[in-house]
Each structure stands twice: as structure tokens, then as C-alpha cells.
């Protein structure tokens, strides 16, 4: 079956820190793989995703690599402010061509000045 | 383009009471799903509509429901409420043309007393 596992939190890091965020998945045959944030209060917001394997999703400084051989798509910024606090969740489409998605537990981010 | 609404984005029910709640997707999008988000199991997939016809379902009981109508806006019912309904319910459109990328709404949140 499809499923996400990801970096429990929460995670705490100083302004201008590195980020990491950990995700691997496993699924049959040829997912999409997404990471969503989702800020206190809101819905979920598309970060970034990618369709196929060695493809890199990026935005607002966010990267993921798409890794078939280690079924990865770790999350990472470089330089990390305090509007990015949130919670990030990683997630997957389903292959069996049903439109959903699965997702993981969330990690919930908080940025420190 | 408009995003997608939620109405209500709050409610209050009490236990053996039912709900409704009305998602209006993206102009153009013909699929809605959507997503139960609770603390303990996280995000979990309960259906998705695609021109006016269920596609798929999650692991939910018959309570939950849903329909969508012709202009692609969907409503989801959920009847004999009980506690551990309470969550926020979030719908989702997508262009079923792209990658499964799906476009959430703010969510609304049910408490159920």
C-alpha cells in the first residue's frame, strides 16, 4: 500500500538555521510527491512537489529531491525566518489513479528569533 | 483565479445531530475530495467527487457522505454525530489534467458536544 513517514517534532530552530525535514514513503508504482505547510488557523497550502524520480521541487527557498532508491523527498532551506513556523506535511498521490492523497503525520516547525 | 471556500468555517453540533458542510472548488477543477484532520490519526482521505459521481472512498463509516453538483460544488454529510467527530474537514480541487496537485480550502473546523 501507500504510506508516508515522516520526521516526528516538533522542531525548534534559531533564525538563519539550516532545515531539514525528513520524508520517506513507500508505494507502488510511480507516485507524485508533495510537501504542504499549513499555518495556524488555515488550510493547506502546495509548498513544492515533484512527478518523477531525481526531479527537484523548489519554492520560497523550500527544496526536495525526488529519490526512488531511498524513496525519499527530505525537505530542506537553508536559511530558515521566523514566518516559516508552521506545520509541513509530506504526501503522496496515489497510483492506482484514484485521486487522493496520503499523507504524513506533520512536523511542526517553530522558528526562533 | 478565486481559491477554494468553505462555508461554514466553524460549527457546533451536539452528539445524534447531523451536518452539512459546502466546499466550492476552483473554477474549472471537477474533482473535490475531501480530508478529516484530527490530532490523533492526522489527515485521512474520506472521498472524492468527480462530475457528480463518487470515484473513491476511504476507510469511513456509511455516516459520512457526500454529493457533488452539477457546477462541480460538493457537500459532505455526516449524520448521528459523535464526539470523535470533531476535526476540521478540509476539501480539495483539482485540475485532474495535472499531477494530482491538489488545491485546499481553509477547512472547517466541527465541534461536536
Known amino acids: 500500500g501507500n504510506s508516508v513517514t515522516q520526521m516526528e517534532g516538533p522542531v525548534t530552530l534559531s533564525e538563519e538555521a539550516f532545515l531539514t525535514i525528513n520524508c520517506t514513503y513507500t508505494?507502488?508504482?510511480?507516485?507524485?510527491l508533495f510537501w504542504y505547510v499549513q499555518y495556524p488557523g488555515e488550510g493547506l497550502q502546495l509548498l513544492l512537489k515533484?512527478?518523477?524520480?531525481?526531479d527537484k521541487g523548489s519554492n520560497k527557498g523550500f527544496e526536495a529531491t525526488y529519490r526512488k532508491e531511498t524513496t525519499s523527498f527530505h525537505l530542506e532551506k537553508g536559511s530558515v525566518q521566523v514566518s516559516d513556523s508552521a506545520v509541513y506535511f509530506c504526501?503522496?498521490?496515489?497510483?492506482?489513479?484514484?485521486?487522493?492523497?496520503?499523507f504524513g503525520t506533520g512536523t511542526r516547525l517553530t522558528v526562533i528569533p | 483565479k478565486a481559491g477554494v471556500t468553505q462555508t461554514p468555517r466553524y460549527l457546533i453540533k451536539t452528539r445524534g445531530q447531523q451536518v452539512t458542510l459546502s466546499c466550492s472548488p476552483i473554477s474549472g477543477h471537477r474533482s473535490v475530495s475531501w480530508y478529516q484532520q484530527t490530532p490523533g490519526q492526522g489527515l485521512q482521505f474520506l472521498f472524492e467527487y468527480f462530475s457528480e459521481t463518487q470515484r473513491n472512498k476511504g476507510n469511513f463509516p456509511g455516516r459520512f457522505s457526500g454529493r457533488q453538483f452539477s457546477n462541480s460544488r460538493s457537500e459532505m454529510n455526516v449524520s448521528t454525530l459523535e464526539l470523535g467527530d470533531s476535526a476540521l474537514y478540509l476539501c480539495a480541487s483539482s485540475n485532474v489534467a495535472g499531477y494530482n496537485e491538489q488545491f485546499f480550502g481553509p477547512g472547517t473546523r466541527l465541534t461536536v458536544l
Open positions: 504526501a503522496l498521490s496515489d497510483t492506482t489513479g484514484a485521486n487522493n492523497l496520503f
Open positions: 515533484a512527478t518523477k524520480a531525481d
Open positions: 508505494a507502488t508504482g510511480y507516485p507524485s
